[in-house]
């Protein structure tokens, strides 16, 4: 009797070390107590697919976190979306050549947006918009590509006949 109660009384605080130990690593994760509301600036870049890219995301140029998305709207005059990027006041000297990519951070993680700073001597100024984004890679559309492709390729597979020659 006194054994059972003993493994019982382990197995729980086992799994309440493992409930800690999730609760510890989402809070590590979702780290949103960067806050850029005061001495920052905004820049905006639109783009045609943005993924799972998210309010809150973090900016990032060489791995250094510059800022965060600050907004995400849809334009539709242009058909893209807009997102609105809170840079701290610290990286004023961005060139405003720079483009701007979504990556993924890690094959399950959250996606950001990469600056690449570009070569100018001119720095983006408050509201200024980045002109080259690079969209999100979305998996499923690469995949989908990749598996036509190779079908049509395959030996086999149908190919348009060739128009027959003109007659003298």
């Known amino acids: 009797m006194r054994s059972t109660r003993t493994i019982d009384i382990s ?13 510890f690593m989402v809070t590590q994760i979702t780290n949103r107590g960067y806050s850029l509301k005061s001495d920052s600036y905004r820049l905006t870049a639109s783009f045609e697919n943005i993924g799972g890219l998210k309010t809150g995301a973090p900016v990032s140029m060489a791995g250094v976190t510059i800022g965060r998305v600050e907004d995400i709207q849809y334009d539709m005059k242009l058909y893209k979306a807009i997102v609105t ?3 701290s006041d610290k990286y004023r000297a961005i060139p405003n050549d720079s483009d ?7 094959l399950l993680g959250g996606q950001y947006i990469g600056l690449t700073p570009g070569g100018s001597d001119v720095p983006y100024k ?3 918009q980045v002109i080259m984004a690079n969209d999100a890679i979305v998996l499923e559309s690469l995949i989908s590509k990749y ?7 395959k ?14």
Do not use: H, K, W
């Open 100 to 106: 701007a990519s979504i990556y993924t951070a890690g």
């Open 11 to 23: 197995t729980g605080l086992f799994v309440l070390l493992g409930f800690a130990a999730i609760l």
């Open 126 to 128: 408050d509201g200024e």
């Open 85 to 87: 990027m809170r840079i």
């Open 147 to 153: 598996l036509f492709n190779s079908a049509a390729t």
């Open 155 to 168: 030996p086999g597979a149908s190919t348009p006949a060739p128009a027959p020659a003109a007659q003298e």
